[in-house]
């Protein structure tokens, strides 16, 4: 058994930013613990060492979430402003086409701008988590160590996890921060049991985008916006219901949407089906350019097992979730577990920002704790 002060379960970004705010407080003793082989959560880029995406200018293009708003998320902005990173506008200029049937042609109609602009970053949104892991300097981060149960001792908690061979890790912490979604947090073995009404509340709170796939095609060049398209459509027959320009400064150009087909029918249909669907209605609208694209891929984070559970899978894609309570304020665990994955953050549950907000209220309270 090894001793530490704070593990983090999570290396999203709600784990890798809390992390961060804890070294900048003189905090050092912190193990950071991820189920997957990878940083990042459910922030996912096309990258050179994706094997779908080997050439350096195919990366950044979001297959998670793509967008923040500086506008009014303060601290989302803030935090991209102070690791330095370079934000552009979502390309929003020409006309949207809106597809009501595979049979009819699609309406074009004026495009609209967002006010305040829908921004995105540089690199895809892992350059905000890879900036924030690379500035950890005294965090031990462990990736292939899920957690599966939280043991709460007479002054410690022991965090049992196991890696890839199957070896077993217990971690023996003075508090444990949970950057995971709510309903992921529920299923981990807790003894003593959570409260009642606080498992209830993770249990049934919805983690936004996954029921959720995403295409992407990349292009050699954005040739909708030849045809004075914005690349923005809305279809009712689908695959895809939502569709943007995905376009990268200096790389590939790229068009991405959201599937409006549930996640059982994406799992029937198998992914060579829903992609050549995919390229069909992306020549419908966009004519016999969209026909062969250089890379396309699906990212379906409805199978996800470090993202979705089963109730996920089985609902819609609806609005984003009510923060649930992020702590035990009475009872056994007062003051040893605080959740700070997206879904608690207070203004912003399932945003970006909701993850950063979520991270830096945990870290505050730790503080209190301590103080």
């Not at 981990?188 to 919805?206: E, G, I, M, Y």
């Not at 695959?239 to 959201?258: N, R, V, Y």
């Not at 996640?263 to 020549?283: H, K, P, W, Y």
């Not at 702590?327 to 577990?337: A, E, F, M, R």
Request: include cysteine; charged fraction near 20%; hydrophobic fraction near 40%.
């Amino acid at each position: 058994m090894q001793k530490t002060g704070t593990v983090i379960v999570g290396a999203g970004l709600a784990g890798l930013y809390a992390a961060y705010l804890l070294e900048k407080r003189g905090i050092k003793d912190i193990v950071l613990l991820e189920a997957r082989e990878t940083l990042g959560g459910r922030i996912a880029s096309t990258s050179p060492d994706r094997p779908a995406f080997p050439e350096a200018e195919m990366a950044g293009v979001d297959l998670g979430p793509s967008w923040f708003w500086p506008g009014f998320q303060h601290q989302m902005a803030e935090l991209v402003h102070v690791l330095g990173l370079q934000a552009f506008a979502q390309f929003e200029q020409g006309d949207m086409l809106i597809e009501r049937s595979p049979a009819m042609a699609a309406q074009r109609v004026q495009g609209f701008v967002n006010t305040p602009p829908s921004m995105r970053l540089k690199g895809g949104m892992q350059a905000l988590t890879q900036t924030l892991s690379q500035s950890l300097e005294t965090t031990r981060v462990l990736l292939s160590h899920p957690v599966d149960a939280l043991h709460l001792e007479a002054s410690h908690v022991d965090v049992y996890s196991q890696d890839a061979q199957g070896e077993r890790l217990i971690l023996q912490a003075e508090q444990v921060l949970l950057a995971i979604p709510p309903r992921l947090a529920a299923k981990l073995s807790f003894s003593p049991a959570l409260p009642a009404v606080l498992s209830s509340q993770w249990k049934n709170t919805p983690t936004w985008m996954a029921p959720h796939a995403k295409y992407v095609a990349l292009f050699d060049t954005p040739f909708w916006r030849d045809q004075g398209l914005s690349g923005e459509a809305r279809s009712l027959s689908g695959p895809l219901g939502e569709i943007h320009d995905a376009s990268m400064p200096d790389g590939k150009a790229a068009l991405f949407g959201f599937f409006n087909t549930p996640a059982a029918t994406r799992e029937r249909m198998g992914s060579n089906a829903l992609i050549q669907a995919c390229r069909d209605q992306l020549v419908r609208l966009f004519g016999s350019q969209a026909a062969d694209p250089d890379h396309d891929i699906i990212k379906d984070w409805a199978y996800e097992p470090y993202t979705t559970t089963q109730d996920d899978r089985q609902a819609s894609a609806g609005q984003h979730p009510t923060a649930p309570a992020n702590k035990v304020d009475n009872g056994d665990w007062s003051g040893y577990l605080i959740g700070i994955g997206s879904e608690w953050g207070q203004q912003f549950p399932g945003y970006l920002a909701g993850a950063v907000e979520a991270a830096e209220a945990g870290v505050s309270a730790l503080f209190e704790k301590m103080s």
